[in-house]
């Protein structure tokens, strides 16, 4: 906690200190149930003229007691506070971004449409009109382009995160609290505000706010949904047809991607939409309808007309992405535990079983992409020489990690013997046989995808396209757990050629960047190394963990999902290796190569010891950090 002279007006008006972390809210607020945007807002001092004057006699007289060297990086820094409050200021009456340099905007508006493929709705001829438009307006016009100021200043915030130390401008939780102050959730909907709300969405999802990020894409799809039964198409230029359709289309994939606690039913289905399926990008700039547009509501299925080449690709990312979400919700949603699921019409070899109708509509998705589409075929620095590193990462990602989590699905949380690739050895257990080398394929392509997604993720950092958005960075945190298994347990993954130890330490540098940017990461930088010190027990003295199964690491099976740490004191015991051995004897509680991860260790268990839940407690995917959990009755699955 922080105690500082920036505080809110409900503190000063009770005369109390502002106890906060920067942002909104405070702990009065915070106790007070403020917590509705513009309830609490934080702000400096102000001082009146007596004050002020009084305070610049005070420098004045100090004045000649300072070196000139000093005085002079004083002075610097005090303009430089200045220049912050000016623009600080300014933001109470819309004229913020007035006070950025126009380059800055744009950068601002490029770097967003390059680096969140999943929400490719800027249109950006569109903005550099109105940017330029904004920067020599009368006042009438600035009032009208007000909405528009919005969307861009939220933005900006998203960059100023992606940023951090690179910037004057205020810090992206100041400059988002005053966008809150002005949007207008009740009034007529409009395309811009649902723009904004989707922006907003993603920011707090990367902050690790995920119910707010949920209930913000909520306010964005109901918003949209509005605007498709007050403004029906017929009326729309081509111009505003192709923005609408992809910010309907952002909202698709938004709904399959921000969830609070397990997945919800999606507000969004693709039949149900009466809108064509997104153009290629090159109609998309000119602001031209596709020449046969094929609607998504037309009664065929998903997979169904897809275009699988560059061009095309965010058509491409959304059937995607659909296909994702059902991935995930089968897979939280119990999984192999689910009733039935053990019966012999369930196995997943089974052509008819949940697990193989997914598996096959994703190799159908990816059997329908061009071969320059597919990773490691088409490499990234080909696409990075085109400036398409990023929309082609993404379409990777979501084909491995898919495929990551189903396969992993069957394959033991940790293995019981060092023969060969296995199947469940915790109840439910299959009841029939799989065919021969069914659990050697599905370990090769779990530890296979999770390298891939390592591979993709560092060779985008090298190509000066790295990936920071809160999809990619869950997908190196999914492949860095993976790999840490793979290291571990050699047998598991016979036919690997992949140098393991210097890929988890890759794994790892890029989660620790990752989670400077975004605090959603920090729940899986701390899972990430207790995996670590897990498996390095387990790999060390794997009969000690003999009698121990899935249930006893339920806690680290769900971040292992998410990344959110809960309290299981028995459960930190086991990880650590205080466990008693079949003979009586206790583990040592580190190995001689786990001496550096001490720090780590002590860190985590004081963070443990601020928490108090149930290890079988509702988790929330997406890191929720700090918001209140929705409980429910049926342990969610993982790996087993």
């Given at each position: 906690m922080v105690r500082t002279t920036i505080a809110c007006a409900p503190c000063r008006k009770s005369k109390i200190k502002c106890i906060h972390e920067g942002s909104p809210p405070c702990q009065y607020c915070l106790k007070?149930?403020?917590?509705?945007?513009?309830?609490?807002?934080?702000?400096?001092?102000?001082?009146?003229?007596?004050?002020?004057?009084?305070?610049?006699?005070?420098?004045?007289?100090?004045?000649?007691?300072?070196?000139?060297?000093?005085?002079?990086?004083?002075?610097?820094?005090?303009?430089?506070?200045?220049?912050?409050?000016?623009?600080?200021r300014s933001f109470d009456?819309?004229?913020?971004?007035?006070?950025?340099?126009?380059?800055?905007?744009?950068?601002?508006?490029?770097?967003?449409?390059?680096?969140?493929?999943?929400?490719?709705?800027?249109?950006?001829?569109?903005?550099?009109?109105?940017?330029?438009?904004?920067?020599?307006?009368?006042?009438?016009?600035?009032?009208?382009?007000?909405?528009?100021?919005?969307?861009?200043?939220?933005?900006?915030?998203?960059?100023?995160?992606?940023?951090?130390?690179?910037?004057?401008?205020?810090?992206?939780?100041?400059i988002v609290s005053k966008v809150w102050l002005h949007v207008a959730l009740l009034e007529p909907p409009d395309l811009v505000v649902v723009q904004t709300l989707l922006v907003l969405s993603m920011f707090e999802w990367g902050k690790g706010n995920g119910?707010?990020?949920?209930?913000?894409?909520?306010?964005?799809?109901?918003?949209?949904?509005?605007?498709?039964v007050a403004d029906p198409s017929a009326?729309?230029?081509?111009?505003?047809?192709?923005?609408?359709?992809?910010?309907?289309?952002?909202?698709?994939?938004?709904?399959?991607?921000?969830?609070?606690?397990?997945?919800?039913?999606?507000?969004?289905?693709?039949?149900?939409?009466?809108?064509?399926?997104?153009?290629?990008?090159?109609?998309f700039v000119f602001s031209q309808l596709p020449c046969e547009p094929v609607l998504a509501d037309s009664g065929q299925g998903l997979l169904e007309n897809m275009r699988g080449n560059m061009?095309?690709?965010?058509?491409?990312?959304?059937?995607?992405?659909?296909?994702?979400?059902?991935?995930?919700?089968?897979?939280?949603?119990?999984?192999?535990?689910?009733?039935?699921m053990h019966l012999p019409a369930n196995h997943p070899w089974i052509s008819t079983s949940p697990w193989k109708l997914l598996y096959d509509e994703l190799q159908t998705w990816r059997e329908r992409q061009e071969k320059r589409m597919l990773y490691p075929e088409a490499s990234i620095e080909s696409h990075a020489a085109l400036g398409q590193a990023e929309p082609f990462a993404y379409l990777n990602l979501i084909y491995y990690t898919s495929l990551l989590f189903?396969?992993?699905?069957?394959?033991?949380?940790?293995?019981?013997?060092?023969?060969?690739?296995?199947?469940?050895?915790?109840p439910p257990l299959l009841s029939v046989d799989p065919p021969v080398k069914w659990w050697h394929d599905r370990a090769e392509e779990l530890f296979t995808s999770a390298?891939?997604?390592?591979?993709?993720?560092?060779?985008?950092?090298?190509?000066?396209?790295?990936?920071?958005?809160?999809?990619?960075?869950?997908?190196?945190?999914?492949?860095a757990t993976t790999n840490l298994y793979s290291l571990a347990f050699p047998w598991m993954h016979p036919n690997r050629n992949q140098n393991m130890a210097e890929l988890v330490e890759t794994d790892f540098g890029l989660l620790d960047?990752?989670?400077?940017?975004?605090?959603?990461?920090?729940?899986?930088?701390?899972?990430?190394?207790?995996?670590?010190?897990?498996?390095?027990?387990?790999?060390?003295n794997l009969n000690g963990f003999d009698q121990r199964t899935r249930a006893d690491f339920s806690t680290l099976e769900s971040a292992i999902h998410d990344g959110q740490r809960r309290d299981s004191r028995h459960e930190e015991r086991l990880v650590q290796g205080e466990i008693l051995m079949p003979d009586g004897q206790q583990m040592p509680s580190h190995t001689s190569n786990e001496q550096g991860w001490a720090g780590q260790d002590a860190m985590m268990s004081d963070i443990l010891l601020h928490n108090n839940w149930d290890g079988n407690q509702l988790w929330p995917l997406w890191g929720q950090q700090h918001d209140d959990f929705f409980a429910f009755e049926e342990f969610p699955a993982g790996i087993s």
């Open positions: 007070k149930g403020r917590l509705q945007p513009g309830q609490c807002v934080l702000s400096g001092p102000t001082l009146s003229p007596s004050r002020q004057k009084s305070s610049s006699q005070r420098k004045r007289k100090s004045a000649p007691l300072v070196p000139t060297s000093i005085n002079t990086l004083s002075q610097s820094s005090q303009d430089t506070t200045l220049q912050h409050e000016t623009v600080w009456s819309l004229e913020f971004l007035f006070n950025i340099d126009r380059a800055d905007i744009l950068e601002a508006c490029t770097k967003f449409n390059q680096k969140f493929p999943e929400l490719r709705f800027l249109h950006l001829p569109t903005i550099l009109n109105a940017v330029r438009g904004l920067k020599g307006a009368g006042d009438a016009s600035r009032e009208s382009s007000s909405k528009l100021q919005l969307l861009l200043t939220a933005i900006v915030a998203v960059h100023v995160s992606m940023t951090k130390g690179k910037s004057t401008l205020p810090t992206a939780d100041q119910h707010k990020a949920w209930m913000i894409s909520g306010m964005a799809i109901r918003m949209m949904q509005s605007l498709l009326s729309q230029s081509p111009a505003e047809l192709q923005s609408s359709n992809r910010t309907l289309w952002s909202c698709f994939i938004i709904d399959r991607l921000v969830f609070s606690g397990r997945p919800q039913p999606v507000t969004l289905s693709y039949h149900s939409l009466h809108t064509f399926w997104p153009s290629s990008d090159e109609d061009a095309y690709y965010y058509n491409t990312l959304v059937r995607g992405f659909d296909i994702w979400s059902r991935i995930l919700r089968f897979i939280v949603s119990g999984g192999r535990r689910l009733p039935g189903l396969n992993r699905e069957y394959i033991p949380f940790l293995p019981k013997s060092r023969s060969e690739p296995s199947g469940p050895i915790d390298i891939r997604i390592s591979l993709i993720m560092s060779e985008l950092d090298d190509a000066d396209a790295p990936l920071c958005a809160p999809f990619p960075g869950f997908c190196l945190f999914s492949a960047k990752f989670r400077k940017i975004w605090h959603i990461g920090e729940g899986w930088w701390l899972t990430v190394q207790q995996c670590k010190r897990l498996y390095d027990h387990a790999r060390t």
